[in-house]
């Protein structure tokens, strides 16, 4: 099935370090969505984006939506060891009830 | 307030068997979407429902089928399991059909031998 593209896959970091992830994705979409999921349990959604340039901040988390409507990226600023988990991006296309996921960034904080 | 609950949280199946898997949306929420995640990889779309009516279906074989029901609580059915049906199932759920922002439940681990 169609995915975006996200990097990195993996990130291995300091505590107190900041972390970047993004998405891009060959076609356009109207909404963003950054997710983090724990083993076994759900997405939880972090951080939600409605138009292009938007910058949003959640704490310690920045995200933004792209000019070109087709990337969007994830700052973590002073990550701590909480914040360890699978960090997942989303875009909905335009008229469209579903979201399309990317392949997850896994980030790992050692104290 | 409630979030999303799912039902059961672990089942394993046996091949060619049938397999029901409950939702219960966020109260207030009408949409409902279920979600395949294989391991290792980040959700796959499968149905949207918004007022008990199909809003969109993703690339699955016709062995899927869900319905909503007046509570707009869901259900996904998958029939004549294959082994790689095994994977987390997840629901979604959402104010209305359009409304960007979905909220997911813990899943349903199922495994298929």
């Known amino acids: 099935g169609q995915q975006l593209n996200q990097s990195p896959q993996s990130m291995f970091i300091q505590e107190g370090e900041d972390v970047s992830m993004n998405c891009t994705s060959s076609s356009i979409f109207n909404t963003w969505l950054w997710y983090k999921q724990d083993p076994g349990e759900g997405p939880v959604l972090l951080i939600a984006l409605y138009k292009a340039g938007e910058l949003t901040s959640n704490g310690r988390l920045t995200a933004q939506f792209g000019i070109t409507r087709k990337d969007s990226f994830l700052n973590i600023s002073a990550s701590i060891p909480s914040d360890v988990g699978i960090y997942f991006c989303a875009g909905r296309p335009s008229n469209t009830g579903k979201l399309i996921f990317g392949q997850g960034t896994t980030l790992q904080v050692k104290p | 307030d409630a979030g999303v609950t799912q039902s059961p949280t672990h089942l394993i199946k046996t091949r060619g068997q049938h397999v029901t898997l409950r939702c219960s949306p966020i109260s207030g929420h009408k949409s409902v979407s279920w979600y395949q995640q294989v391991l290792g990889q980040g959700p796959q779309f499968i149905f949207q429902y918004y007022e008990k009516e199909e809003r969109g279906r993703g690339n699955f074989p016709d062995r899927f089928s869900a319905r909503q029901f007046p509570n707009y609580s869901s259900e996904l059915n998958v029939n004549a399991l294959l082994l790689g049906d095994s994977a987390l199932y997840l629901c979604?759920?959402?104010?209305?059909?359009?409304?960007?922002?979905?909220?997911f439940g813990q899943g349903t681990r199922l495994t298929v031998v």
């Open positions: 979604a759920s959402s104010f209305r059909s359009g409304t960007p922002e979905a909220f």
